[in-house]
């Protein structure tokens, strides 16, 4: 528009907050606050940083909006100035016209200033070209995000499911472990079955996870809905908060090797994914 060219530059990275940084030229420096303004409303939260030139084309490549002034008057001065020095000498010399625009305040150079409706065309033009631009790669990014929370979340189904095939086997160790025990401390006299199946029974009921694996597979299907609803991050990571408290009482409640392994291995899953919500809105 007018020989004029407006290019907008944005970067933006996680942050819980919307923190807006510019760098503007002086030619539509008044048009700082209209940016930050738009950039807010816009994109919402990030750390964001906008880069703003603005250039006039010639066909031949770009250059920054400047204006050179010459103050006459001072020239003619000075050309008075020189031309007295030469008759007073006796030079034949004449005047040169590198030296003469080269003294100081023969020329200015200034920025160019554009009529405010001109640079609020240019400038909204290219910030919403370039905003687009970001909420399309922010769209792209949010679809690979999501394609690893399900792939998460399949694996902590997996391994829910490892640890409830688990518990059955983890009772009838201890129900077995028990009666050997038993077994050596009365040795020849005989073991009362009821006896030992009211201590494991007892055993059982103290570790059972049954709940915890219930409420477990809940949260991960209410985390799964709630993606597709588009959730705030903030409910997300509610939910992983409740996740690690049921995965933290399934290992103390378990007393079991391979199901302190898998526990393990659920609350690594479940960090990965705190980690990635922390991206989201």
Do not use: W
Request: glycine share 4%; hydrophobic share 40%; proline share 2%.
């Amino acid at each position: 528009m007018g020989g004029y060219c407006v290019t907008v530059e944005i970067r933006s990275v996680n942050s819980k907050f919307i923190e807006v940084s510019s760098r503007i030229p002086h030619a539509l420096s008044s048009l700082e606050q209209h940016v930050t303004e738009v950039v807010q409303e816009r994109l919402g939260r990030g750390k964001v940083s906008v880069n703003v030139s603005l250039d006039n084309s010639t066909g031949n490549g770009a250059f920054t909006v400047r204006e050179v002034i010459p103050n006459l008057p001072l020239a003619e001065a000075y050309k008075k100035a020189v031309e007295t020095v030469r008759d007073h000498l006796g030079m034949a010399a004449e005047v040169d016209l590198a030296a003469l625009v080269r003294m100081d305040g023969v020329l200015a150079v200034r920025d160019t200033q554009l009529e405010s409706e001109t640079a609020a065309l240019l400038l909204d033009g290219a910030l919403d070209a370039a905003i687009e631009e970001l909420q399309a790669m922010r769209c792209k990014e949010g679809e690979a995000l999501a394609k690893d929370f399900l792939f998460r979340i399949d694996r902590l189904r997996e391994l829910v499911s490892l640890v409830e095939a688990r518990a059955p086997e983890r009772v009838e160790e201890a129900r077995r472990k028990l009666t050997e025990r038993i077994s050596a401390l009365l040795g020849s006299n005989s073991v009362d079955p009821q006896r030992i199946a009211m201590e494991v029974a007892i055993l059982s009921d103290r570790a059972d996870i049954t709940e915890e694996c219930v409420r477990f597979r809940s949260h991960l299907d209410q985390f799964v809905n709630l993606m597709r609803e588009d959730a705030s991050g903030r409910k997300l990571n509610f939910l992983l908060q409740e996740m690690g408290r049921e995965v933290n009482t399934t290992g103390s409640k378990s007393n079991d090797a391979t199901i302190a392994h898998l526990v393990v291995e659920m609350k690594e899953e479940i960090e990965r994914l705190r980690e990635q919500v922390q991206n989201i809105e």
